[in-house]
């Protein structure tokens, strides 16, 4: 992941370059949809432990640091809104990972249930993903206090 303290030592933090690891599994997923049904399952079985880990490590670091930073720099009550709901999302991508885990280990084979679950945890990740890079993270990466917030949290002993 990302945000390593020799990262914030490099004098400037790309709060964008965090979501580098949701849009390379975001390009795998929507490669899968290609792929036979036989196939694509077994692709999944493989993926999703390692995938859910990565996007909980993600979303720890965006409410942990990221949201938090925000909120701190740039207070408003469409931000605090905003974030409410981003965070709420993360847990129901959360709880949707963890369904379609079971359903790839419990299935012999790849069911109508299987590939609407897997489409829907891209299209929401998509569109979730895209709030946080058109709109959040710019003004986080434009604003001064923002930098120097999340370079305090993070260098915090
Ligand atoms: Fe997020
Ligand atoms: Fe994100």
Redesign the pocket.
């Given at each position: 992941m990302s945000f390593r303290k020799d990262k914030v030592e490099s004098k400037f933090i790309r709060i964008a370059q965090e979501h580098e690891i949701v849009l390379d599994y975001l390009e795998k997923l929507k490669s899968m949809l290609n792929l036979a049904p036989r196939d694509r399952l077994q692709k999944l079985r493989e993926m999703l432990p390692v995938f859910k880990s990565d996007m909980r490590h993600?979303?720890q670091i965006?409410e942990r640091f990221l949201f938090p930073a925000a909120l701190l720099a740039m207070p408003s009550v469409e931000l605090v809104d905003r974030v409410l709901m981003?965070q709420k999302?993360?847990g129901y991508t959360e709880r949707d990972m963890d369904i379609l885990e079971k359903m790839v280990e419990n299935e012999p084979e790849e069911t109508e249930a299987i590939f609407q679950l897997m489409s829907d945890i891209i299209e929401d990740t998509e569109r979730?993903?895209k709030i946080?890079m058109d709109d959040i993270f710019p003004k986080m990466d434009a604003d001064k206090k923002c930098q120097k917030i999340i370079s305090g949290i993070i260098l915090e002993p």
């Open positions: 993600h979303f965006e981003l999302e993360h979730h993903a946080e």
